[in-house]
């Protein structure tokens, strides 16, 4: 299962990528932990009680990471995503 997201402005300059509601049920709870892949890197991450994952531990992993990137999470397990821009 994939979530595939369009970045806004607000998440780009505030480096967050929010989670709508219709797919929140592929990611553990808010507050719980999980690893997020970003290239080569892991990092543990977690979705506040908005929907949003603060992504400032990995923005600048992916070296065009801004507005309008289409970005995509992929679920591997339940404790395990990985996270990609779309060509």
């Known amino acids: 299962m994939d ?3 369009k970045l806004t402005s607000s998440e780009a300059e505030r480096h967050f990528i ?3 509601k219709s797919h929140r049920g592929m990611f553990p709870p808010p507050g ?3 690893t997020l892949e970003v290239g080569k890197e892991k990092v543990k991450v977690k979705i506040d009680s908005k ?3 603060w992504a400032a ?13 289409m970005i995509v999470i992929s679920k591997i397990s339940d404790r395990l995503f990985k996270i990609e821009l779309e060509k």
């Not at 531990?57 to 065009?64: A, E, H, N, Q």
């Open 3 to 5: 979530y595939k997201r």
């Open 57 to 69: 531990l990995f923005w600048d992993c992916l070296p065009s990471f801004k507005k309008e990137d």
């Open 32 to 34: 719980k932990q999980f």
């Open 18 to 20: 929010y989670v709508d």
């Open 51 to 53: 929907g949003r994952i």
